[in-house]
């Protein structure tokens, strides 16, 4: 007989953000990073906790950018993005690069491509993601 496992055990599953969720779960914080931690129903999230490198810029994501109708499913996909990780399993077998988390400057460009990507959504009058059509992902 074999046992599922829970939500709990499985370190790859990510509970739902709250308002005041952290933006960075503290496991992706290096223990001598002093940046603030920015909350999830922050209207700027800081990527300084994600930053180590002192001579390195502190990324910020300003909310105000994404449409407001875009708005809550993004910053989902965006913590998504900021706290999960590829199960090494996934890697293995894509023949990806052995990485199972992008660093913050290739996250940060990311992010951006999809702030870009929302505002057009909203241009062409998508308000869900689920309203996509294959007309939109083509172009």
């Not at 709990?8 to 603030?36: C, K």
């Not at 109708?69 to 999960?84: A, D, K, P, Y």
């Amino acid at each position: 007989m074999t046992t599922a496992l829970t939500t709990e055990a499985d370190p790859y599953i990510l509970p739902l953000p709250g308002p005041d969720s952290p933006v960075v779960l503290d496991r992706w914080i290096s223990a001598g990073n002093t940046h603030p931690n920015s909350r999830y129903g922050d209207d700027i999230w800081s990527m300084g906790p994600l930053t180590d490198n002192p001579g390195e810029s502190v990324h910020k994501i300003n909310w105000k950018r994404c449409p407001a109708t875009l708005r809550s499913e993004f910053r989902r996909l965006v913590w998504m993005l900021i706290n999960g990780e590829l199960r090494p399993t996934y890697i293995r077998e894509r023949g990806f690069q052995n990485r199972t988390r992008d660093g913050v400057l290739n996250m940060r460009d990311n992010i951006l491509q999809w702030l870009k990507f929302a505002r057009w959504l909203d241009r062409q009058g998508v308000s869900q993601l689920s309203d996509c059509t294959m007309e939109h992902w083509k172009a």
